[in-house]
């Protein structure tokens, strides 16, 4: 896949996934990287690494090459009547630019939600599933968005998880009188950071609620970005595809390699905006491992043999020499 320009200021924010310690004292850290704007690979020039507040000057960035599994969430509802070709386009788009590194399922929503496929890494399986999408119904986003996130589990741990969902208006019943989800906003958003899966919402047009959008995106640690109109919807899929293939590992040495067991808290962070919108983590140190202790050696009593040789200092001896003995 191609990468984006160097830009003067690279402004970004992080979003920690998990923290390894298993190899402590060696530290490795997986995570996130979201900006309103393109940026490039990032290197370790671009970043702060602080443990408990002590600034780790040595380490060592990469880009994750773990798999990344997207939950494509897509808006079929009645309103979307117009907009559906376009949708369809950049939503093959957006699978097409993944090159095989990431593993998509597609669901979509109206009044109900349609999961039509399982996680596939090959762009052709999700063709057909796309061109069978038709506008009709109310809007059930939230619970739409909680499904994929809940697709994701089944999932290894160590991958990079992520919801990428589209509408073009809020969660509406039919009649207009309320949201189509059992889902609200803000129950939905508690759902989601528990579970560590960052939201990546796109917005189309004028009736999209983008403060609304903006702030649920934040919150879980994804990015929210809006098209104007229909036209731009390729450009949108495409910025956030760039978004959600960059997955970083950082790896240093902890400063305080005491194993007693305490939480220590991990800061990564962009050298840009410093401590603004920055990934957060905790992992706990290993406990210091007891030695068993030693088991004490029973001592039997030893009798002698009729030559006076202890029975268990040499068993050979003793039975030659008792054997002449007799």
Not at 164 to 193: E, I, M
Not at 258 to 285: E, I, L
Request: charged share 30%.
């Amino acid at each position: 896949m191609g990468r984006f320009a160097w830009a003067d200021d690279v402004l970004f924010s992080s979003k920690i996934q998990n923290i390894k310690s298993s190899t402590f004292p060696k530290i490795e850290t997986k995570l996130s990287v979201f900006s309103r704007k393109p940026i490039p690979e990032l290197s370790k020039d671009h970043f702060w690494v602080k443990e408990d507040g002590v600034r780790v000057s040595d380490f060592d960035v990469q880009v994750d090459a773990t798999p990344v599994f997207v939950s494509l969430v897509l808006d079929r509802s009645g309103s979307m009547s117009h907009a559906l070709p376009k949708l369809k386009r950049a939503a093959y788009d957006f699978i097409k630019m993944m090159d095989g590194q990431a593993y998509v399922q597609l669901i979509s929503f109206s009044s109900d939600i349609k999961k039509h496929t399982s996680f596939s890494n090959v762009p052709s399986y999700f063709k057909k599933h796309i061109n069978r999408l038709e506008a009709f119904g109310a809007t059930a986003l939230y619970d739409a968005i909680a499904e994929g996130v809940a697709n994701l589990h089944s999932y290894p741990t160590d991958s990079r998880k992520v919801v990428v969902a589209f509408t073009d208006g809020n969660d509406q019943n039919a009649n207009h009188t309320g949201r189509q989800s059992k889902l609200s906003a803000k129950a939905l958003v508690k759902k989601v950071r528990k579970t560590g899966v960052p939201l990546y919402l796109i917005g189309l047009g004028s009736e999209v609620n983008q403060k609304l959008m903006g702030k649920m995106a934040k919150l879980t640690g994804g990015s929210y970005l809006h098209a104007r109109d229909r036209e731009k919807l390729t450009a949108v899929f495409r910025e956030v595809a760039k978004m959600v293939e960059l997955g970083y590992v950082i790896s240093y040495q902890t400063p305080n390699p005491k194993c007693d067991g305490t939480w220590r808290k991990v800061r990564v962070y962009c050298k840009s905006v410093k401590d603004k919108d920055q990934g957060k983590g905790k992992y706990k140190a290993p406990e210091k491992t007891k030695e068993a202790p030693k088991k004490a050696i029973a001592k039997t009593k030893v009798k002698d043999s009729a030559l006076g040789i202890p029975l268990a200092a040499d068993p050979a001896k003793f039975i030659k020499e008792e054997f002449n003995a007799r």
